[in-house]
């Protein structure tokens, strides 16, 4: 079976000395508008994803918020994973193995430098960088009970702002 798979990194947060925990970040201004612009770009490519998995950091939660908008997707039924806030590529690998098989698209809001080590550990050496509110799009070959192997997926596409990467 094979997955689509997209990773967003959220998109650009706020760093304020009244913010006590990473966690709580909040996006800033022109985060809201490059989620707003790669939620409209993806939405132009694909159709209703079928899972919304978001980190819990506000910074995450709030750019899944965002896409799900614009995707027609239930914001009530996005879902969080603790394992992806500072996820590095097992860890990922963990959370897209507990993807149901009845899942063909699922979309991962997280972030650096876990989403890019992970596309790199999937798909070979094809990200220096996903920058904030980037979307990687790959299909990745999914056994029930096994988890994907290195350079196992096909990279469709890396959008980094107003053009694919």
């Known amino acids: 079976m094979n997955l689509e798979l997209i990773l967003v990194r959220h998109a650009k947060s706020l760093y304020n000395d009244y913010v006590q925990n990473d966690v709580e970040r909040h996006l800033s201004d022109r985060g809201y508008s490059d989620a707003a612009d ?3 770009w993806l939405a132009s ?3 209703k994803p079928d899972l919304l998995i978001s980190s819990p950091a506000i910074r995450a939660y709030s750019t899944a918020l965002i896409f799900a ?3 027609g997707y239930k914001m009530d039924s996005i879902q969080l994973d603790a394992a992806i806030y500072e996820a590095g590529v ?3 690998l963990y959370v897209i193995a507990q993807i149901p098989p009845t899942i063909g698209r699922a979309i991962l809001f997280g972030h650096n430098p876990g989403f890019t080590d992970f596309i790199n550990h999937l ?5 220096p960088h996903l920058p904030t509110s980037g979307v990687a ?3 990745v070959p999914i056994k029930q009970g096994e988890l994907p192997s290195q ?7 890396i959008y980094s702002g ?3 990467f």
Do not use: D, Y
């Open 38 to 40: 790669s939620a409209n």
């Open 45 to 47: 490519k694909i159709s």
């Open 69 to 71: 908008n614009r995707l």
């Open 90 to 92: 097992r860890q990922l």
């Open 123 to 127: 798909c070979g050496p094809v990200c």
């Open 137 to 139: 799009i790959m299909n």
């Open 151 to 157: 350079g196992s997926a096909k990279l469709q596409v």
């Open 162 to 164: 107003h053009k694919p």
